[in-house]
């Protein structure tokens, strides 16, 4: 009789235990359908620079229900506004490049009048060359360039609600950060060199012609002065492209996808340098400045690694043009320099690798950008515009 009651005794404690299992069980299965997600992390992806791609919920704001989890694929409304984004980074490459083209125009047919009229002896083609000898096309694109990079940068920021105060508050940088990432651009900037000139030797040798880079020689060629020539690459250049493509074009993009953000704004970054040669360097050293900034959550660490790279170019070349006994001296520093950034590279792509994507995010990047008028808009133009710049040089 004892077993007897024993064994029902136990067979109830069990009873009462499975039925307080399933209450939990239910109780937590009600609070997973009721949780709301993180509007600035909607995607639950933990390799994502949390903050960085700003608030979700303007682009869909059922996210901010309780229980809603977003679809694998995006539905009309969400892949509608999310086009807009796109659209907008797109825009504003077209505009960028309009501006450049139709000021440079205006510009130069304003200074051609100018100098027939007061040199009516002068052949238009006379003209041209004085203008292309001379200082002043350097002068009018360095003006057209920064004033272009400004105004299409602060208009995409406003009409995207992003302030300009987060584009330069840093997260978590010092002075070992920010030589670590100076050494690692040299080291891209140098390896990059080499290849290119690797490149054109073999194009060359196939009785082809590359379009030559226009980095440097504007200045040796061109009789622009060093120090103007020196503010505009080694200062106004950085700082203001980085305002328009890590500043604007990368937040704009990385609403969704942070890892396309970084690719297609280096993508657009070398494509706007209008030759293949300049196209590889600012694509490779884009992809880092993409991931940097994402990193720290500012154009400052970006900005300070261009101005470095730039400047270091100049000096390169300057020095090997006016010092050349101590041209070799010069390439051994640049080894040495780039065996150094290439370990810290290997090292700070182990412990910072750019964002992953989580299949939702991955519906949400390539596929839904190719479907936003600006955005393919910028592509076909920039690619016609590179296009006809090799065809123009043969390659």
Known sequence: MAD????????????MLNSEIKGLTERLESTNRLAVRDKYDPFGNPTDYKGFSGDYSRIDPRITEPGYKSPLSPDYEERDNLKKWYGLGGGCLLLRFVMTEVFIFILMWVIYTLIRHRSPDMSPNDVRSYMAGTSIMAGINTIVFIIANIITAVFGLKKAGIRFTSLIRTNDIGASSTMQYCLIGSALWYICTYFIKAMELFFNSLGLTTTPSTSASAYFSGGVPLAIFAIYTCLLAPITEELFFRGMLLRVFSRANQRFAVFASAFFFGMVHGNLQQFILAFVMGIFLGHITLKHGSIIPASGVHIFVNSLSLMTVFMKHYLRDVSFAV?????????????????????DRIPLTTPEQNRRGMSTATGSWGFDFALVILFANMAYVLCSGNL
């Open 4 to 15: 007897n009651l024993s064994s029902e005794y136990y067979r109830a404690e069990i009873a």
């Open 331 to 351: 390439d051994m520093v640049l080894i040495v320099f780039t065996a150094i950034g290439v370990l810290l590279l290997i090292i700070f792509r182990i412990t």
